[in-house]
C-alpha cells in the first residue's frame, strides 16, 4: 500500500504547490486522482517517484510510504529498482528516434536479468498494434500508439506499483477507451497496483475503485468510485449532467465549483 501523509511540497524554495495532501492507494487496486490543470496531480506524482529535485522541488512536510518503507530521501533509482514503483509521465515520454523495440529495451536498462527478453513477450501481448512494428520508429507511431509504448516501456521497468499520469491526454474517444482497458487487464492480470492521475473523470472512475479529487494542492473529496460518479458536483464539473447548463441562483455555488475545477 502507498500512504501519503501530509504533504507540502514547494517549488524554487517559495512556491508552495502541495499544501497537506493525504491518501492512500490500496494493494491491488486503482485509484484514481482527479483534478484540473495546475490542481497538483504530477507534483504529487513526482514527489511519490523521487524526482521532485529535478524540478527544484522539495518536500517540506509529511510523509511518503510504500508498504511501509518511507520514500521522502530516497533516490528515484532506488525508488524504481528496489522498490519497484515506477512513475509514467505525462505526455507519452518515447524516444522518438529510437525503434519500438529499441524504446522497450532502453526502458529495461535500469533491471537488465535474463528475463528481459521474454518479459517483452508479454509486455507485447497488451499491445497487440505494437507487436508487428518492433522496428518502426517511436516518432512515426499515433499518439495513441506511443501513449501503448510508454506503457509498455513502464511495464519493461517490473513495477509493482505505477503511478499513470493523464494517459488519455490529446487521445480520440475511441483510442482511451482501449487505453483505459489495457490499464485495467494490467491491474488483474499483472497484479500491480496503479495510481492513476485524469482529468478524464468518468473513465477513471470507471476502472478504480476509489477516488481522491484535488484542487490547488488539496484532495477536496474522496469516496469509492461508485460514490464518485453518482455525485452531483463531480457530475457537473467532469461528466455534464443534464442540467449543466442550468445556473439559477440556487446552483451558483456549485457552478462556481465547477469553473474552479475546471480551472
Ligand atoms: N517546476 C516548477 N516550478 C514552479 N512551479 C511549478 C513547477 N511545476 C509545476 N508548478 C506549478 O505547480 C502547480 C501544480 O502543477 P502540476 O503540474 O502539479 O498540476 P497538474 O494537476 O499535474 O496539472 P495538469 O493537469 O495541467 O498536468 C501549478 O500551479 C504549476 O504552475
Ligand atoms: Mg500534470
Not at 510510504?65 to 520514500?71: G, H, N, P, R, S
Not at 494517459?167 to 474517444?173: D, I, Y
Request: hydrophobic letters at 40%; glycine letters at 8%.
Amino acid at each position: 500500500m502507498l500512504e501519503v501523509k501530509n504533504l507540502t511540497v514547494v517549488y524554487n524554495g517559495v512556491i508552495s504547490v502541495l499544501h497537506g495532501v493525504s491518501l492512500e492507494a490500496r494493494e491491488g487496486a486503482i485509484t484514481a486522482l482527479l483534478g484540473g490543470n495546475g490542481s497538483g496531480k504530477t507534483t504529487l506524482m513526482r514527489a511519490i517517484s523521487g524526482i521532485l529535485t529535478i524540478y527544484e522541488g522539495e518536500i517540506q512536510e509529511g510523509n511518503i510510504e510504500l508498504a511501509k518503507i518511507k520514500l521522502n530521501h530516497l533516490k528515484a533509482v532506488d525508488i524504481t529498482k528496489k522498490l519497484h514503483l515506477t512513475y509514467l509521465m505525462e505526455g507519452r515520454p518515447v524516444f522518438e528516434y529510437l525503434s519500438i523495440r529499441e524504446n522497450l529495451i532502453a526502458a529495461a536498462s535500469c533491471r537488465w536479468d535474463s528475463a528481459v527478453p521474454k518479459d517483452m513477450e508479454r509486455v507485447l501481448a497488451f499491445f497487440p498494434p505494437l507487436k508487428n512494428r518492433m522496428q518502426s520508429k517511436a516518432g512515426y507511431l499515433s499518439g495513441g500508439e506511443q501513449q501503448m509504448l510508454a506503457m509498455g516501456m513502464a511495464l519493461m521497468t517490473n513495477p509493482r506499483f505505477l503511478l499513470l499520469d493523464e494517459p488519455s491526454l490529446g487521445l480520440a474517444p475511441i483510442m482511451v477507451k482501449e487505453i483505459f482497458k489495457v490499464i485495467s487487464r494490467i491491474n488483474r492480470e499483472r497484479k500491480i497496483d496503479i495510481l492513476l492521475s485524469e482529468q478524464n473523470a468518468m473513465v477513471a472512475l470507471r476502472i478504480s475503485s476509489y477516488a481522491y479529487v484535488m484542487e490547488n494542492g488539496r484532495v477536496v473529496m474522496d469516496g469509492s468510485s461508485i460514490e464518485l460518479i453518482e455525485n452531483a458536483d463531480i457530475q457537473e464539473a467532469y461528466l455534464g449532467s443534464k442540467d449543466a447548463g442550468k445556473k439559477d441562483y440556487k446552483e451558483a455555488k456549485r457552478y462556481k465549483r465547477r469553473k474552479r475545477w475546471l480551472g
